[in-house]
């Protein structure tokens, strides 16, 4: 999560509604709420801030007393399984299915409707980062394209944005078909043959999605909502998924140790608590795709202590578990300071701006390192993966995540210091008549304007409204 798309905020830190891309640290909730200090209120403005306040279930309002949230904070932080350990269980559940799979592959390559899906990924244009050439979405689908070639996407969102969701299904459906049609070219098969090695079963080529909105020790869920098909299994109905709960058994705790033999949890209003009709549709993809879902986050709890004390005010046992943050990126800096003040568009563009008469302020150094907490966890979760498993992963996060020097320099980092080369690259949706600075990302999607995104995702809305209830071919109705 970012500084502008967050978990429901702090009750003590709650302001009220604000304008539309402007949140002001001097706002309080009425006039006789006490007046707080600025850096109360700056950190009120952090947790709102994403032009405006989004449109969310109710947050919860509890008051936890510190025993409580060390608790919580503890079970948060019971260890899932490894990427690895799990990976051979998924594959032999998809290999049985993988003849079922096989009779699907001509009708997709037939289907008029999914026809049109091609045609509009065809139509898909985005702007290179650097030059701000207009670029073809199937020019970047080949070998040698940095998008193509890369072990990580990061794509971003603006989290209450239908359209940036909608360019996002739209990508991993392309990356997919493009993955599919070159190992079928690698063995020598007509993609029409109804065979049943694809990009998503026995392929090396496989390709997950890695998504902000959960945790990593949410993993066993997030597998179960793709693969387990049983009449109970959170993959037998979203809906289902959405509901489910912490669910703890056997848990042991002492001083030293907590353990746990069962952490299954969606939760999603609790977790997450944005407009579940947004996501649905992706989870709905994925387990019609056969696309893991990564859970690259770590526990709101662990988030919560860095800001209110900062790293040093975290127990020994959370640190330990921690990648190294790196503070010392002065832009970076600044554009999170920037974005408690201004539209995120400006706050952008104002990274092109020389650091060198510029300090930050010393009073929000512990929600600074809440936030390269956020990246660096994150970016480190996406390493693990690929190291473990292999192939491909898209990575799903807020907009303020995937520029440059967030989530992909912070992975590329990681692997160096692990002593191996691995390659992130990123897709911003961008809206607005200015541009960010060269390099800030390595491709923008414009989305706004003819044959920009959100033009696109409404044709994609279009083709889901006209086949909702029928008989259809997939991916058809489900971008």
């Not at 020019?139 to 360019?167: F, N, R």
């Not at 967030?406 to 002593?419: C, K, L």
Request: charged letters at 25%; a positive charge; proline letters at 8%.
């Amino acid at each position: 999560m970012s500084a502008m798309e967050t978990s429901p905020v702090p009750h003590a830190l709650r302001l009220p509604r604000a304008r539309p891309g402007v949140v002001s640290p001097s706002v309080l909730p009425n006039p006789r709420t006490p007046a707080r200090s600025d850096l109360a209120a700056a950190c009120a403005a952090l947790w709102l801030l994403r032009r405006g306040v989004p449109r969310r279930s109710k947050p919860r309002a509890s008051r936890l007393s510190v025993a409580a949230r060390r608790r919580e904070l503890a079970l948060s932080f019971l260890p899932g399984p490894a990427f690895a350990e799990t990976e051979a269980d998924l594959e032999a559940s998809v290999a049985a299915g993988a003849d079922r799979e096989a009779g699907k592959v001509r009708r997709l390559l037939e289907d008029p409707e999914v026809k049109l899906i091609r045609q509009l990924q065809q139509r898909a244009q985005l702007l290179d980062g650097r030059t701000f050439r207009p670029l073809q979405l199937p020019s970047l689908l080949q070998k040698g394209s940095p998008l193509y070639d890369a072990d990580v996407v990061c794509v971003g969102e603006i989290h209450d944005s239908e359209a940036d969701h909608a360019m996002q299904r739209l990508l991993i459906d392309a990356l997919t078909y493009a993955l599919f049609l070159e190992l079928r070219s690698s063995e020598g098969v007509d993609p029409s043959a109804p065979r049943g090695r694809t990009p998503q079963n026995l392929s090396a080529q496989k390709l997950a999605v890695g998504v902000e909105y959960f945790s990593r020790q949410q993993q066993p869920t997030l597998d179960g909502l793709v693969f387990d098909k049983s009449p109970d299994g959170p993959g037998s109905s979203p809906s289902k998924f959405r509901r489910s709960k912490w669910h703890l058994g056997n848990m042991e705790t002492n001083k030293e140790t907590t353990t746990c033999s069962k952490w299954q949890a969606c939760d999603w209003d609790r977790v997450w608590a944005y407009d579940w009709n947004l996501y649905a549709p992706l989870f709905r993809f994925c387990q019609l795709n056969l696309n893991r879902i990564v859970g690259l986050n770590l526990p709101l709890e662990a988030v919560l202590t860095v800001s209110r004390g900062g790293l040093d005010s975290a127990p020994e046992w959370l640190r330990s578990q921690l990648p190294p943050l790196d503070l010392e990126q002065l832009k970076h800096r600044r554009r999170f300071e920037d974005m408690l003040r201004m539209p995120l568009e400006k706050a952008v563009q104002r990274m092109s701006l020389p650091t060198s008469s510029w300090s930050p302020k010393e009073e929000l150094n512990n929600m600074y390192q809440a936030q390269v907490l956020w990246d660096e966890f994150m970016a480190n979760t996406a390493l693990r993966y690929v190291s473990d498993v292999g192939g491909r992963l898209v990575v799903l996060a807020g907009a303020n995540h995937v520029w440059r020097d967030a989530i992909p320099d912070r992975f590329e980092a990681q692997a160096r210091r692990g002593g191996t080369a691995r390659r992130a690259t990123t897709i911003v949706p961008w809206r607005g008549s200015g541009l960010p600075p060269a390099g800030a990302a390595d491709y923008l999607w414009q989305m706004d304007g003819p044959g920009g995104g959100d033009e696109l995702a409404a044709e994609l809305r279009a083709q889901r409204e006209r086949l909702k209830g029928k008989s259809r071919v997939f991916p058809a109705g489900y971008i």
